[in-house]
């Protein structure tokens, strides 16, 4: 094919705009290099020939180089108590998300607004019709695996002088989890805990889901998951993640209370980081923050439903976000890309806060060097 000057101009002036966008978009995001594997070199050799990688997002919003694997992480979709009705910045995420491409979509929990004895069986299903209609439907429909993790609005696991406070709640969920009509479309490992605990697997990477609905997870839960993460199947996975609604930490004001975070976050954390765990994900927060302590990378995903929360140590205003993650398996590394879901714009890393104090000890923000 043979081009002529016009045309010549007009597809390196495409080529050179979409460098310049991309190299900005980086600068905006100081994308940085997690790389967990000594032998592979943080300064990547320059390439003489750089191929633009595909970016793909929804039209007119700044999109990032797809990796090897894109999930979209989203969280805490719920409105009030007994709601079957989303906010706009949940219909608009699930409206969008095709347009990302994603190889999965992870969800941090709370996608119904239970947790309330007063609500009838008949309200709690009407709930899960309405989390089905906007939100897994339209997933199926696109054929895009849905991985979840209970939230304490989805199913409880509170326990009240040794029995499930909200176990009826409990069954209803698993109800409508295991009805083959809602299938996630997920490679299950081990579902004999589905869905409050299970394990699968995707492209090379090993996921684990456990049951942080409360702030304990019990210990025989604990024993499984030690076993699952040693298994051959989680060590040969190129990398590991591990959700749970309540995070290790806490990130947000007012969640920075007992029983809003796991307890024992330190002892959890060095489990993750026993079996090479890369990234472990949560919601219940409401605040996004991409912390990391030691080894282990912690993705606080932000709200898309009711009730967005500030971060602890900033003044930013609370806001609903959506982030999308490119895996590098190779290097082993991340890159997020999180969008403000009523503006569309892209948050900048570095307005959030560089540490939180918690209760556990300081956590970073993952671009920073712990010192
Ligand atoms: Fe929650």
């Given at each position: 094919?043979?081009?002529?000057?016009?045309?010549?101009l007009l597809v390196t002036g495409s080529l050179c705009g979409l460098a310049v966008a991309t190299i900005a978009h980086q600068a905006l995001t100081r994308t940085q290099n997690t790389?967990?594997?000594?032998?592979?070199?943080s300064s990547p050799v320059a390439s003489p020939v750089a191929s633009p990688k595909p970016s793909p997002a929804p039209s007119g919003l700044i999109g990032s180089p797809r990796g090897d694997?894109r999930?979209v992480?989203?969280?805490?979709?719920?409105?009030?108590?007994?709601?079957?009705?989303?906010?706009?910045?949940?219909?608009?995420?699930?409206?969008l998300?095709?347009d990302w491409e994603p190889?999965?979509?992870?969800?941090?929990?709370?996608?119904?607004?239970?947790?309330?004895?007063?609500?009838?069986?008949?309200?709690?299903?009407?709930?899960?019709?309405?989390?089905?209609?906007?939100?897994?439907?339209?997933?199926?429909?696109?054929?895009?695996?849905?991985?979840?993790?209970?939230?304490?609005?989805?199913?409880?696991?509170?326990?009240?002088?040794?029995?499930?406070?909200?176990?009826?709640?409990?069954?209803?969920?698993?109800?409508?989890?295991?009805?083959?009509?809602?299938?996630?479309?997920?490679?299950?490992?081990?579902?004999?805990?589905?869905?409050?605990?299970?394990?699968?697997?995707?492209?090379?990477?090993?996921?684990?889901?456990?049951?942080?609905?409360?702030?304990?997870?019990?210990?025989?839960?604990?024993?499984?998951?030690?076993?699952?993460?040693?298994?051959?199947?989680?060590?040969?996975?190129?990398?590991?993640?591990?959700?749970?609604?309540?995070?290790?930490?806490?990130?947000?004001?007012?969640?920075?209370?007992?029983?809003?975070?796991?307890?024992?976050?330190?002892?959890?954390?060095?489990?993750?980081?026993?079996?090479?765990?890369?990234?472990?994900?949560?919601?219940?927060?409401?605040?996004y923050?991409p912390?990391?302590?030691?080894?282990?990378?912690?993705?606080?995903?932000g709200?898309?439903?009711?009730?967005?929360?500030?971060?602890?140590?900033?003044?930013l205003?609370?806001t609903?976000t959506l982030t999308v993650v490119d895996i590098d398996?190779?290097s082993?590394s991340t890159r997020y890309t999180t969008y403000d879901m009523k503006t569309l714009s892209l948050i900048n890393i570095e307005t959030l806060?560089r540490?939180?104090?918690?209760?556990?000890?300081?956590?970073?923000r993952r671009d920073v060097?712990?010192?």
């Amino acid at each position: 094919m043979s081009y002529n000057r016009r045309q010549f101009l007009l597809v390196t002036g495409s080529l050179c705009g979409l460098a310049v966008a991309t190299i900005a978009h980086q600068a905006l995001t100081r994308t940085q290099n997690t790389s967990k594997n000594p032998l592979i070199s943080s300064s990547p050799v320059a390439s003489p020939v750089a191929s633009p990688k595909p970016s793909p997002a929804p039209s007119g919003l700044i999109g990032s180089p797809r990796g090897d694997v894109r999930i979209v992480v989203i969280s805490d979709l719920n409105s009030q108590y007994g709601s079957t009705t989303y906010e706009p910045e949940v219909d608009r995420a699930i409206a969008l998300l095709p347009d990302w491409e994603p190889d999965l979509v992870l969800c941090g929990g709370d996608m119904i607004a239970g947790q309330k004895t007063s609500l009838t069986r008949s309200q709690i299903e009407a709930m899960w019709a309405a989390f089905d209609d906007h939100v897994a439907q339209p997933l199926r429909d696109a054929g895009i695996p849905f991985g979840f993790t209970i939230g304490n609005h989805d199913g409880s696991g509170a326990l009240a002088q040794g029995k499930l406070t909200f176990l009826s709640e409990r069954e209803l969920a698993q109800a409508y989890w295991t009805n083959p009509k809602h299938t996630p479309g997920l490679q299950f490992i081990d579902r004999s805990g589905f869905p409050f605990y299970y394990t699968f697997t995707q492209k090379d990477v090993f996921y684990l889901v456990w049951d942080a609905s409360t702030h304990l997870i019990p210990p025989e839960q604990l024993t499984w998951v030690e076993k699952s993460l040693s298994s051959q199947t989680a060590q040969q996975a190129k990398m590991r993640i591990v959700i749970g609604h309540l995070p290790l930490y806490t990130v947000a004001v007012g969640r920075d209370k007992f029983g809003e975070f796991l307890a024992n976050g330190e002892q959890l954390r060095s489990l993750l980081e026993r079996y090479q765990v890369h990234t472990y994900v949560s919601g219940h927060h409401h605040a996004y923050y991409p912390g990391k302590k030691g080894q282990l990378e912690l993705l606080h995903a932000g709200a898309l439903g009711g009730g967005p929360r500030k971060l602890l140590n900033s003044n930013l205003p609370p806001t609903k976000t959506l982030t999308v993650v490119d895996i590098d398996l190779n290097s082993e590394s991340t890159r997020y890309t999180t969008y403000d879901m009523k503006t569309l714009s892209l948050i900048n890393i570095e307005t959030l806060p560089r540490m939180i104090d918690t209760p556990n000890g300081r956590i970073f923000r993952r671009d920073v060097t712990e010192p």
